[in-house]
């Protein structure tokens, strides 16, 4: 089993920056691809961005924004927000697909969400 747990939402003004937090733990043996997706009120989830160890990958909307890092040592990956627009607003999750002992193929995990509010 892995345990994935986000940090760092809040309340921020338009302009204004965020760094959001996502620490994976449990049997993991392996770690394919961390990401940010985000859901807004009565809109899909959409991939915000997604690392593996060799590349990242951006939304067009984010893009020169938000920028995605991970710490593979500590199977911990960031998204550092800048530049924050209301449209931003949106329940962030954070999704890991690893591999695990007892399972034969990776798998997707899902943390439990951090809000982002971006308001005047």
């Known amino acids: 089993q892995v345990q994935v747990v986000e940090s760092g939402g809040g309340l921020v003004q338009p302009g204004g920056s965020l760094r959001l937090s996502c620490a994976a733990s449990?049997?993991?043996?392996?770690?394919?691809?961390m990401g940010w997706y985000r859901q807004a009120p009565g809109k899909q989830r959409e991939l915000v961005a997604s690392?593996?160890?060799?590349?990242?990958n951006h939304r067009d909307s984010v893009k020169g924004r938000f920028t995605i890092s991970r710490d593979n040592a500590k199977n911990t990956v960031y998204l550092q927000m800048n530049s924050l627009e209301p449209e931003d607003t949106a329940v962030y999750y954070c999704?890991?697909?690893?591999?695990?002992?007892?399972?034969?193929?990776?798998?997707?995990?899902w943390g439990q969400g951090t809000q982002v509010t971006v308001s005047s």
């Open positions: 999704n890991v697909v690893a591999r695990t002992s007892g399972l034969s193929g990776p798998r997707t995990y």
């Open positions: 449990g049997s993991i043996l392996s770690i394919n691809t």
């Open positions: 690392t593996t160890s060799s590349n990242t």
